[in-house]
């Protein structure tokens, strides 16, 4: 029976094929990108935000050096009070 379908609607099988392919393999809302010294950025296909990926609080934050600086200000404020109660053990 599948190989009638498919003889007959060859067509409309690669048709639905594509559609599925489209709709959940490409493309993704990201486009990711590395830049000049490494980093990662990812840009949403649909807003154009750009947000970068922080290692330091495995986190994407926006792209812009107000976050960049809070980010960095909140991983040493996370390991300077690890490093304290390690020490107070």
């Known amino acids: 029976m599948l190989e009638k379908f ?8 690669i048709f639905v094929g ?3 392919f489209a709709g959940f393999v490409w493309p993704t809302p ?17 807003t154009r935000t750009t947000e970068g990926y ?8 926006p792209d812009n050096l107000e976050a960049y600086t809070q980010a960095k200000k909140e991983a040493d404020e996370k390991r300077k009070k690890t490093a304290e109660a390690a020490d107070k053990k």
Do not use: H
């Open 30 to 46: 990201y486009y990711y990108y590395r830049s000049k010294d490494g980093s990662l950025f990812r840009q949403n296909r649909i």
């Open 6 to 13: 498919l003889k007959n609607n060859w067509r409309s099988a």
């Open 54 to 61: 922080w290692p330091a609080l495995s986190q994407w934050r």
């Open 18 to 20: 594509v559609i599925l």
